[in-house]
């Protein structure tokens, strides 16, 4: 490996279609892996412990929290979740790109960490918001998806304008209009990032 990773964070409302977007890429990009956050929350219908998350339970996470293990960790709709930090900094060692599917509160703890400790994420760290078309088109697709309880939605969408409020935390912005064509510009985004590390002597955008 001629470089270290990049650490790629993707975050959007409640169905902006987020996951499917991320899910896609991972399959088909080489080199890149998706960072498994713990959480508090129930696993869903089809979710899998260790690779959607790790399911903790409250005094699991708040072990976590008091050893220091968390890169950054938030209270979102009412769950804890958090995303390990040592596990980044051995794929980023190693020259693995990471992409991290977390809320904004996380991308604003993580912005404020690096500000404070400088750390070797400075270089290498890429911020992603996923929009969706419209309100009413999420509102629509969190309906659809018939997995979260009426009271669930509503809190969803509540946060939706505080979340959407954060655009100026990222790099890019990508409108889920069509989903081939947001899997496209993510795509994209993650080509632009490693052709600028790829300047650096001796480093290549593939590694
Ligand atoms: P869900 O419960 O729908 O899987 O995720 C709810 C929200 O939690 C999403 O916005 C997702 O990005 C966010 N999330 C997932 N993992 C983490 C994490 O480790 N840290 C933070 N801050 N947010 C996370």
């Known amino acids: 490996m001629n470089r270290t990773g990049i650490v790629f964070v993707v975050s959007g409302p409640s169905g902006a279609g987020k996951s499917t977007i991320c899910n896609t890429v991972l399959k088909t990009e080489p080199n890149l892996r998706f960072s498994v956050s713990c959480t508090t929350r129930a696993a869903r219908r089809g979710e899998i412990d260790g690779e959607d998350y790790h399911f903790t339970t409250p005094s699991g996470f708040q072990d976590h929290v008091d050893k220091g293990d968390f890169l950054e960790y938030a209270e979102v709709h009412g769950h804890m979740y958090g995303t390990l930090a040592a596990p980044i ?119």
């Open 89 to 207: 900094s051995d794929d980023v060692d190693r020259g693995l790109d990471i992409l991290l599917d977390i809320d904004v509160q996380g991308v604003s703890h993580i912005q404020k960490a690096i500000d404070l400790r400088a750390s070797h994420l400075t270089n290498a760290i890429c911020y992603t918001l996923i929009l969706p078309p419209s309100r009413e088109e999420l509102e629509r697709r969190l309906r659809s998806r018939g997995t979260e309880a009426e009271a669930t939605i509503k809190r969803r969408l509540e946060a939706v304008e505080f979340e959407l409020g954060q655009w100026r935390c990222y790099d890019y912005l990508v409108t889920n209009n069509h989903v081939d064509l947001a899997i496209e510009d993510l795509r994209r985004i993650i080509l632009a990032e490693r052709m600028k590390i790829a300047r650096m002597p001796g480093a290549t955008p593939w590694n």
